[in-house]
T-cell receptor, first 116, second 109 residues
Framework: NAGVTQTPKFRVLKTGQSMTLLCAQDMNHEYMYWYRQDPGMGLRLIHYSVGEGTTAKGEVPDGYNVSRLKKQNFLLGLESAAPSQTSVYFC???????????????FGEGSRLTVL | LAKTTQPISMDSYEGQEVNITCSHNNIATNDYITWYQQFPSQGPRFIIQGYKTKVTNEVASLFIPADRKSSTLSLPRVSLSDTAVYYCLVGGGYQKVTFGTGTKLQVIP
């Protein structure tokens, strides 16, 4: 199993450009999350999903959109990138379908985004 | 999720036992306490989880007093490779999962 895979791992954008980060998990998890982490800081929740077709706002949702059309994928979109969105983005998933939800999160390796 | 308070940073020498305490005064009856470890440039990974008393696995121990308003992560005989940020999370339901700032542990040779 690959676990949680994020693409791309690195990206440089110009202000105003748009892009999509893809998160894919092969663990049949119900819940998926997008976090951002700025230098020297903890993780902040952007958006999350508790099932296919559902999304919800986290702590810092402004400037981002998400979609969960397929259970295994969770997309994070930036419609008009700003320098303040320069960060490392982490995707996570949890809660294997049909099993007890222990809340254990499995993270991807991160996607480093720079907005010039 | 219940708000948590942890020390911002800690230093320890190699071979020592390290205890990191997390305060969570607003913990709810059905909340579990979970600790994660994060190395630089990596996503956090699960270390240990508990509800009450003591839990031990191959990596760490978790001590939770009867009132559950705090918890202590214990790392036995730390090595340089234990240098990381450690996060304490408290909650149940596990839907909107948020992290605090964590404790940056620096292990010194």
């Amino acid at each position: 199993n690959a676990g949680v895979t994020q693409t791309p791992k690195f990206r440089v954008l110009k202000t105003g450009q748009s892009m999509t980060l893809l998160c894919a998990q092969d663990m049949n998890h119900e819940y998926m999350y997008w976090y951002r982490q700025d230098p020297g800081m903890g993780l902040r929740l952007i958006h999350y999903s508790v099932g296919e077709g559902t999304t919800a706002k986290g702590e810092v949702p402004d400037g981002y959109n998400v979609s969960r059309l397929k259970k295994q994928n969770f997309l994070l979109g930036l419609e008009s990138a700003a320098p303040s969105q320069t960060s490392v983005y982490f995707c996570a998933s949890s809660y294997p379908s049909g099993r007890v939800n222990t809340g254990e999160l499995f993270f991807g390796e991160g996607s480093r985004l720079t907005v010039l | 999720l219940a708000k948590t308070t942890q020390p911002i940073s800690m230093d320890s020498y190699e071979g020592q036992e390290v205890n990191i305490t997390c305060s969570h005064n607003n913990i709810a009856t059905n909340d579990y306490i979970t600790w994660y470890q994060q190395f630089p440039s990596q996503g956090p990974r699960f270390i240990i989880q508990g509800y009450k008393t003591k839990v031990t696995n191959e990596v760490a121990s978790l001590f939770i007093p009867a009132d559950r308003k705090s918890s202590t992560l214990s790392l036995p005989r730390v090595s340089l490779s234990d240098t990381a940020v450690y996060y304490c999370l408290v909650g149940g339901g596990y839907q909107k999962v948020t992290f605090g700032t964590g404790t940056k542990l620096q292990v010194i040779p």
